[in-house]
């Protein structure tokens, strides 16, 4: 089924280890972006991509890398993982990063569960 | 900064009522909003999206509307079933394209 699949959906980590999550997609999405969701916080872009080869910041990017060397797929980095960083992580894609057009709904992901002790 | 507040945090009502469920924003100045549903362990599912210009969209039992001079959207539920149990989340696109969510309102229907 086409959609966004993202790996692992569990993690657990200890304090200053590094793991990727893997996030692909198949449906030729130019936009990519990578979401935190926390208790009592709501979602927080981390990184977004508007194309292969380009990535910047969203409103907490600290702590993660990203690279987008492809259309299909946009990993996120933790190099240094922190307690602060215990999240549910989620990606979402959409056909381009115009937010303003209604037929460029985000596809998401089912998450990626991850808790640093 | 846009700030999405939706109250209550948690709703639980029984088999066949009609409900609303409320999103409020501080910034007029919006694009658009969106009402996505969230499912235990899931991702968000876009049900409806509303442009500024626009005052309601409706897809089956949904229907939400938009008053942007307030700064309110509801969305209305009818005749909810013990499927409609979710976590539902508003999300509005501001003037620098940016996405703001609500924290959502976490919804349980009883049989």
């Known amino acids: 089924n086409a959609g966004v699949t993202q790996t692992p959906k569990f993690q657990v980590l200890k304090t200053g280890q590094s793991m990727t999550l893997q996030c692909a997609q198949d449906?030729?999405?130019?936009?990519m972006s990578w979401y935190r969701q926390d208790p009592g916080m709501g979602l927080r872009l981390i990184h977004y991509s508007v194309g292969a080869g380009i990535t910047d910041q969203g409103e907490v990017p600290n702590g993660y890398n990203v690279s987008r060397s492809t259309t299909e797929d946009f990993p996120l980095r933790l190099l240094s993982a922190a307690p602060s960083q215990t999240s549910v992580y989620f990606c979402a894609s959409s056909l381009t990063g115009n937010r303003l057009s209604g037929a460029n709904v985000l596809t998401f992901g089912a998450g990626s569960r991850l808790t640093v002790l | 900064k846009q700030e999405v507040t939706q109250i209550p945090a948690a709703l639980s009502v029984p088999e066949g009522e009609n409900l609303v469920l409320n999103c409020s924003f501080t910034d007029s100045a919006i694009y658009n909003l969106q009402w996505f549903r969230q499912d235990p362990g899931k991702g968000l599912t876009s049900l409806l999206l509303?442009?500024?210009?626009?005052r309601e969209q409706t897809s089956g039992r949904l229907n939400a509307s938009l008053d942007k001079s307030s700064g309110r959207s509801t969305l209305y539920i009818a005749a909810s079933q013990p499927g409609d149990s979710a976590t539902y989340l508003c999300a509005v696109t501001g003037a620098n394209s940016k996405l703001t969510f609500g924290k959502g309102i976490t919804l349980s229907v009883r049989p």
């Open positions: 509303i442009q500024s210009s626009q």
């Open positions: 449906m030729n999405h130019e936009y």
